[in-house]
């Protein structure tokens, strides 16, 4: 039996946001409270470390801090699978032997990024992390920052080592997911494969994914569960209606912003102080997210997860652009009115 059997990953697993003090440090309690209103909310697991969680932005000090918080405060309540993408292969294997002592289910571990690798490079990569590591693996195709992992490669690692058991894919290609699951499955029927794109997360479900790791389960987690129980409990209609309704959502939270700041401002608006990111902004970008902030606000209101913005909402078109210039207009209007200049 690989070492998946029993407890293969599967369900929503959210990839940590990080809150931050006013010194540009991890708040702890707040991270902490932050944890467990997920846990009540009902995600499978988390997922510190990730892409959303900027690791790039933290030191290796500060990531290994992050997962034994987080590990902490769940207490064995879901798993953790700790994003563990370091620099080279010594250090990657330094942070499974550390994640795997702080009680983590498996790591992800990322293809090389900076340089472009040929297949068989990354191959050899994580080769040699799968001879030594002490702790289950799951790959991290993620090509927009990094080298991809072909599906061969795929093959080949999961028929070779029993400790690489999934992979999440964050390109969101159906079809790609389509020939992994083909390739592998028949032989790996453990073999975890998750989506990293919410945007497609009903028909990922629907193809044979066992789940995925989403950026937006930071802000609206009840719904990302929803979704995949309805897709799991094959009620694909209701499903499709959900995602439909989370794409709003996801294209306003990632295409106006510098990722991740969309969905620290959306989960912001849940109740939790995010900070400032450690990415510096310019005023004009601080005045851009503030009124993208607002957009986010009513989407979340016609949720009915948060109340709307006190002006109100107006009508919107799903072009975010055009949203928010008619929701600052809109906001503008509502402040002369109140003050009697209109």
Known sequence: MYPCGLDKLEGIFTPLLVPLDERGRINEPELRRFVSWLIERGVHGLYPNGSTGEFTRFTPEERRRIVQIVADETDGRVPILAGAA?????????????YAGMGARAVAIVAPFYYRLTPESVYAYFAEIARHSPIDLT???????????????????????????????????????????????????????????????????????DGGTHASSNAVPEITRRMY?????????????????????????????????????AAGLRGFNFGRGRQPQTSAQRSDVAALTSVLNCILADF???????????????????????????????????????
């Open 86 to 98: 370091e620099a080279n292969v010594n250090e990657t294997l330094a942070a499974c032997e550390a």
């Open 139 to 209: 790959l991290y195709n993620i090509p927009m920052f990094a080298s991809p992992i072909d599906v061969p490669t795929i093959g080949r690692l999961a028929a070779e080592f029993p400790r690489v058991v999934g992979i999440k894919d964050s390109s969101g290609d159906v079809a790609f997911m389509m020939r992994m699951i083909t390739a592998v499955r028949p032989k790996r029927p453990d073999f975890c494969f998750l989506t990293g794109w919410e945007a497609v997360l009903v028909p990922m479900i629907m193809i044979g994914c």
């Open 229 to 265: 129980d309805l897709a799991r409990a094959g009620n694909y209609t209701e499903a499709m209606k959900w995602q439909f309704r989370i794409l709003e959502l996801f294209d306003a939270m990632l295409n106006p912003f510098e990722f991740p700041d969309g969905f620290r401002a």
């Open 304 to 342: 009915e997860l948060v109340d709307p913005p006190a002006a109100g909402c107006p009508p919107r078109t799903g072009r975010i652009a055009e949203d928010k210039v008619e929701q600052v207009v809109f906001d503008v209007l509502r402040e002369l009115e109140k003050r009697g200049v209109l």
